[in-house]
């Protein structure tokens, strides 16, 4: 796959993005401010996940291994 069509593919993708978001109409501040806004949410919301899912599942195991009966400690 040659350069030029990847950067017509990621061109295109753009473009669909502002489509969908209705960025396209917006100005040029206009567009920068909500690209940073949904950057940051987007941040957060991997953040969080990376953070948080991880303790989640080590007490879903402890809850369900004590409930079956299987004794076993993780270690932290």
Wanted: aromatic fraction near 22%; proline fraction near 3%; hydrophobic fraction near 45%.
């Amino acid at each position: 796959m040659d350069f030029k069509r990847v950067k017509d593919y990621f061109s295109w993708l753009y473009y669909q993005y502002q489509i969908i978001s209705c960025c396209a109409v917006l100005e040029p501040w206009e567009q920068s401010m909500f690209n940073t806004i949904l950057l940051t949410i987007f941040a957060m919301v991997v953040y969080t996940a990376y953070v948080f899912i991880p303790i989640h599942i080590r007490l879903a195991w402890e809850f369900f291994s004590k409930i079956c009966g299987y004794h076993s400690t993780i270690s932290n």
